[in-house]
């Protein structure tokens, strides 16, 4: 069966992985952005330009598999250029890698996933062998990907870090066509999410499921978990299982004491490696996020592409900025967190600010709904006073958002269908892992849909992506760009440059090394 090519703007350190590859050179260093995935005994010494390591070449191969951290597996490769043998040494190296990674068995993938999941950076973009020549690399590397996955039957993540990056292999990847295996009417679901989102019209809300896929428990599991810690006797802990959950929350509550509850979710929840959906999210062009989750996955995944988003009600909102609503608290503030019955009653009144902000959402935009059974107290109580604000027309199917459900479930359809649109993944009877796959390609395929495909115009690595027509655009901008006074702080010199940052002026560099120098003044690993 074959596997997928995901591309994603994300922290390659911080990504959920079975496998990593990691670019290094014939002296074994890694760059500091990747230092993160290479146990410390490994190293021998660190300095501004990465860590020397206590290893060496199997001869003169090109591949070195080594122990990573959080149970991922490294696998260092040699692409660092100094015969000037070009890009077809590059992707020679690439595949030798992925050849390697498919002869180590793994009988069962990190938390549950249907496949596998390798990443790697775009090798070779920093000091490598495509330096300076990063829109042909994506052009040349995708297809070596594609035919890796399809071979060996893994899914394979291509990470990039800088939004010119992002856009330009997405850019690619609408030219030849992709390798979504997805159903037509899926496709037709991600057109339309895409458009909205490239339009300004799509919020998302991120429920339990998608923290799963990164290891941290759903409702049921995080009972079972308090449970265990409680010292309740084996009759009560079976009546738990009896009482609706937030009474069970109430109950855990009071045995275990408010201060050890705040404890374990800070804990449990804290900061931790994200998982592909995290990602897949965090880099849609939409500005306004909801979430019940306590942890911080979402923020942290959008920080891997640059991204900082307001969390409330703990930050103060910045007008244009992107935020994140946390409805249920936050690990960081375990003061705020929604457990018991009595916390879910005060939605009402404590807690109205919040909920309003949501209903904003529903009444003002289209709200993907990702990883929610729609079962929460709180999303049938907005979501009914929403429908008794709004006259609903059968007629015209007036609906407030889309639902991405894992298994197909008729009657929760039905029970919605005023609501929201359900789009299930699979069919009933369909394993949930297979389901939850095919949820992150059809996220990746939204993505590819909805990104900009102006954000490395003014990028000169990405120069051979441009038609003539563009070409010519970008000259023109380049000209703007020397022209605006440096020390002019104005309204409208400010406009111009932020949006001549949006459109890759200044790019920031690949994740894996420093700033980038296309002049090539030394060789890193990258």
Known sequence: MHGHVFVVGADLTRLSCDDVLVPTDRRLRVAPGFRGLIPDPLVTEEGADGACLALSWPGAGRVLEVPGVDGRRIWLVDTVDDGGRGLPWLLDGAREALAAVARRE??????GRARRLVGLPALGTGWGGAAGERGTLLRELLPVLREAAAEHGFDVALVLRGPSDLAAAQRVRRGDGGAWDLPGHLRGVAEQLGEAARRGQLAVFVGAGVSAAAGLPTWEQLLDELAARSGLDDDLRAGLSRLPPQDSAALLARELGR???ESFVKGRF???????????????????????????????AAEGIGRHLHVLPFDEAVPGAPWLLKLHGDAAHPESVVLTREEYLQLGDARAALAGVLHALLLTRHVL?????MLDDDLIRIAHQVRSAVQYDGARGRRSGTVLALREDRARARLWERDVETVAMAPADAPSAEAARRLEVLLDLIGCLSTPPTGYLLDPAYR???????????????GVARRLPPDDDSWAVAEVATLLRRLGQGAPADESTEPRDDRRQEQRPG
């Open 369 to 373: 709904f990702v990883g929610t059974s």
């Open 270 to 300: 804290g900061p931790g490696c994200y998982a592909l959906a995290h990602a897949l999210i965090a880099d849609l062009p939409v500005q306004e996020f909801v979430t019940t989750n306590y942890d911080p996955l979402v923020e942290l």
């Open 259 to 261: 201060d050890a509850l």
């Open 464 to 478: 051979g992506l441009l038609s003539d027509e563009e070409a010519a655009l970008s000259e023109a901008l380049q």
């Open 106 to 111: 793994v009988t069962e993938p990190a938390h």
